[in-house]
């Protein structure tokens, strides 16, 4: 037997052609990579949810000279939310970055670990997570729910 798993996301020329309530919310955070802390990769990433009282609350990567101990733009927007807003409910994250050191208009999708604490998040909420995904210009990609990128994830299912 074999077992297939296909997903399927949407494909936008540009940020103009994006809702207007999306486009606000990816040029929220292609302004906010100017607070990322990239010294060490120059590689400034912005990560921005709009709950759903509509509140919007950002996240940056922050990078450390001891270079592990550096975080990802999402996942320090998680636990900005978790922490600030407790028991809120995360509608759609815009994800966005600006490369010093080249191209910055293709989208970029979360990291390995950044898909895992998505979809625990997602989990935990009981609600997707709508991703914009996009750079400075270009294409955007919207995924109608962020465990999508994470197909027989890990959770804490397996830790009953
Ligand atoms: N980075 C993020 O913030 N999010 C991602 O999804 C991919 C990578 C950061 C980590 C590091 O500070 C820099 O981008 C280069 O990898």
Known sequence: MHSEYKFSYEVFDSSDELSQEDAMLLNEARNTTKHSYAPYSRFRVAAVAKLSDGKIIAGTNQENASYPAGI??????????SSQHPGATIETIAITYDNENGENNRPISPCGICRQSLQEYEYRQSHPIRLILGGMSGKVYIISKSSLLMPLAFTSDELK
């Open 72 to 81: 990802c733009a999402e996942r320090v927007l998680l636990s900005s939310v």
